[in-house]
């Protein structure tokens, strides 16, 4: 079996992109992989965040990991800053990195562009992001395909340690999305859907209700033209949601394009909705049945202690490796 490593920041709702490109693939990597699941909660702290929602946010994660088919007797549910490894060997790791690399990394110069300063977590942040894969002796990382650079990092720290210290990190593989799979923002398909756009209707969260859910997509970008059909490059608005149709109710794009064929966009639109408030209702069922439960807390902590079980030992060789320690 391999071993496979992913997490989610605990900052706001999940959306249907996060879904669609990471948790799903969570859940059908967890049959037949030993699976590592963590809520990221160290890597929110690169903006200031309100202690009382952090909380929040980390246990509506945890539940939406539940709720979406994750089983904690398959996978290892866990919150990040409990074990503290992760910090440990993000240290470890930022002595061997270096500025001009990082200085390099795309989300960086998205999120710092315009300022003179940025906080420093937010440049050393995909070290913490290796340290979280490297500490797992991780195989398989599932992830969306923005995130490719922050694999290749992990991939280059993890062999440049090996180089100097001899074999001491597993060297991980990215699985990524298949193209066409991304979900883009409703109000600008040229971008990605994001948990932090300005406009709500940008997207659509796990738990928004159907009439969130029906304003959002009937709002949704589109075009002139008035027909329904895949163009990447020419029509972004209608693949986006022929994508997310497709995704939600498992026909083929060239089905749907078949099905519409003659019908407007308002039709259209209409479907996706009852399409998308149908897939998504179990899972937010599951989500309020479970959200204020004991059972919750104590996944969380028995994940943990799992977790570091893991990450002890990695931390262990690593210090010989490096001379730390008596």
Excluded at 2 to 12: A, L
Excluded at 86 to 111: D, P, V
Excluded at 257 to 284: H, N, R, W
Aim: hydrophobic residues 35%.
């Amino acid at each position: 079996m391999k071993r496979v490593f992913s997490g989610v920041q605990p900052t706001g709702n999940i959306h249907i992109g996060n879904y669609l490109g990471a948790l799903k693939q969570f859940v059908e990597l967890q049959e037949e992989n030993d699976c590592i699941y963590c809520i990221v909660d160290m890597h929110s702290l690169t903006l200031p965040q309100d202690p009382k929602l952090l909380r929040k946010n980390i246990l509506d994660v945890a539940a939406l990991y539940l709720a979406v088919g994750l089983d904690p007797e398959n996978s290892i549910i866990f919150v990040q800053s409990d074990v503290p490894g992760h910090a440990e060997l993000a240290w470890i790791l930022t002595c061997n990195s270096y500025t001009g690399e990082l200085s390099r990394m795309t989300q960086f110069k998205q999120k710092s562009k315009g300022s003179e300063s940025a906080p420093t977590g937010l440049f050393t942040y995909p070290i913490l992001m290796a340290a979280d894969i490297l500490l797992y002796d991780t195989d398989v990382v599932p992830v969306g395909n923005d995130q490719k650079q922050h694999i290749e990092i992990t991939r280059d720290l993890a062999l440049r340690v090996n180089n100097r210290c001899g074999e001491t990190f597993v060297v991980p593989e990215g699985r990524f999305l298949k193209a066409g799979a991304r979900i883009m923002s409703l109000d600008d398909p040229t971008s990605k859907m994001s948990k932090s756009a300005e406009n709500v209707h940008s997207r659509i969260s796990l738990l928004d209700d159907a009439n969130k859910i029906k304003k959002s997509i009937m709002k949704s970008t589109t075009d002139s033209e008035g027909s329904i059909r895949f163009d990447i490059e020419n029509k972004p608005g209608i693949s986006n949601l022929l994508n997310i149709y497709s995704a939600f109710s498992g026909m083929d794009i060239k089905e749907i394009e078949k099905k519409y064929e003659g019908c407007g966009y308002g039709t259209f639109k209409k479907d996706l909705v009852e399409v998308v408030v149908e897939a998504i209702s179990p899972i937010q069922q599951r989500f309020h049945e479970i959200r204020n439960s004991s059972e919750l807390v104590s996944i969380l902590k028995d994940g943990g202690q799992r977790a570091n079980a893991i990450a002890e030992k990695t931390m262990k060789r690593v210090k010989d490796v490096f001379g730390l320690g008596i």
